[in-house]
């Protein structure tokens, strides 16, 4: 079976990762839902996979010899971001499945914490989670919007993988 070549495909990446963004700021800004600092975090690893696609479309790097570890490296690229981006999701799925009243505290806003405390505390802080990032406050066929994106990112990985070990002629 041949695979078809990879800019097009790299391409419909990249529009995904635009409709996705499109839906986050939709949901923020027309809905008015706030973003938690968890999905803060997802929207730049979504941010993040969209550029290593734009950068493969641009690029477009031809699988001869030379180039062959070029265009291994942007599937690799996007494989470690998906993978990063859904352990944050899955922080958030779990978050969203505990009780109440065994979730942190509410933390400050991002821009305080990055105005306030030093870079590794509030990394800390928002890797851990708080109530506000465990509150499902929109479904779309049942799904949280972390668990939607969880899909889209395990989705992401899936392409990244393909991309990184497709032979080559």
């Not at 790097?61 to 859904?86: D, H, Q, W």
Request: charged letters at 10%; aromatic letters at 8%; proline letters at 6%.
């Amino acid at each position: 079976m041949t695979l078809p070549a990879s800019r097009p495909l790299y391409l419909l990446a990249f529009i995904a990762c635009v409709l996705l963004m499109g839906a986050a700021l939709y949901l923020e800004h027309i809905v008015g839902l706030e973003p938690c600092p968890l999905c803060i975090v997802q929207r730049v690893a979504v941010i993040l996979i969209a550029l290593t696609c734009l950068a493969a479309v641009l690029h477009n790097p031809k699988p001869n010899n030379e180039k062959r570890t070029t265009a291994r490296c942007y599937g690799a690229l996007v494989t470690l971001i998906s993978v990063f981006g859904g352990a944050i999701a899955s922080r958030q799925i779990w978050l969203q499945h505990q009780p109440a009243d065994e979730l942190p505290a509410c933390l400050p806003s991002l821009d305080y914490m990055l105005d306030v405390l030093p870079f590794q505390e509030m990394l800390s802080l928002v890797f851990s989670g708080t109530a506000e990032c465990a509150e499902v406050s929109w479904t779309f066929l049942g799904l949280s919007i972390a668990e939607g994106t969880l899909i889209a990112f395990v989705c992401f990985a899936v392409f990244g993988l393909m991309q990184l070990v497709r032979r080559v002629d």
